[in-house]
């Protein structure tokens, strides 16, 4: 089974340029190997702006069914754009960059049966899962992450701040 992602078809698709398939995680992190192969892997900068999560939507989206697992988009959107939306609002508005900088990096990385879902952001303080009342109109993110994934977590990114990962089936 061919698990590659054509780096052609999804800039023809989704119009991002600067999109990079190169199969390697996020600064800081090592490839995980299978015997001699990488694992099959996708990254896409993203940069901090709004569209960000309609972007990693679209990636994911793009990503997933050329692997095979058209089955999985919404679960995997959903996490992915949670994880998006809360590295924009936590991860970059308390760090500094310039506007044309991609502070945010989103990794997808497959083994079956599972996929992780990888978001990088230079803040190096770690996610916080609330608990929100009922009436509460936001602070559930990490609550979704949590609820539709195996494992969820993060790590520090030696002088580059912090990746938040999700892993689901």
């Known amino acids: 089974e ?3 992602v054509s780096h ?3 800039l023809t698709a989704s119009g991002y340029p600067g999109t990079s398939l190169t199969p ?24 901090a702006a709004p569209e960000s999560a309609r972007r990693a939507r679209d990636f994911t989206k793009i990503t997933l069914d050329d692997w095979g697992m058209a089955a999985h988009i919404d ?12 590295s924009l609002r936590h991860g970059v508005l308390s760090s500094r960059w310039m506007p044309d900088q991609h502070p945010i990096g989103l990794t997808l990385l497959r083994r079956n049966p599972y996929l ?8 190096p303080s770690g996610p916080v899962l609330l608990e929100v009342s009922g009436g509460a109109e936001s ?10 994934s195996e494992a969820w ?4 990114i030696e002088g580059a701040g912090k990746v938040v990962w999700a892993l689901l089936r």
Do not use: K, Y
């Not at 992190?29 to 001699?36: D, K, P, R």
């Not at 977590?153 to 520090?156: A, H, I, K």
């Open 75 to 86: 679960v995997v959107e959903l996490v992915v754009c949670e994880l998006v939306t809360n």
């Open 116 to 123: 992780m879902c990888m978001v990088t952001d230079p803040e």
């Open 24 to 47: 390697h995680l996020p600064i800081g992190l090592e490839a995980v190997a299978v015997g001699e192969e990488s694992l099959p892997a996708a990254t896409c900068p993203l940069p």
């Open 2 to 4: 061919d698990a590659s």
């Open 8 to 10: 052609d078809r999804l």
């Open 153 to 156: 977590g993060w790590q520090l």
């Open 139 to 148: 602070g559930r993110g990490l609550q979704v992450v949590e609820s539709c």
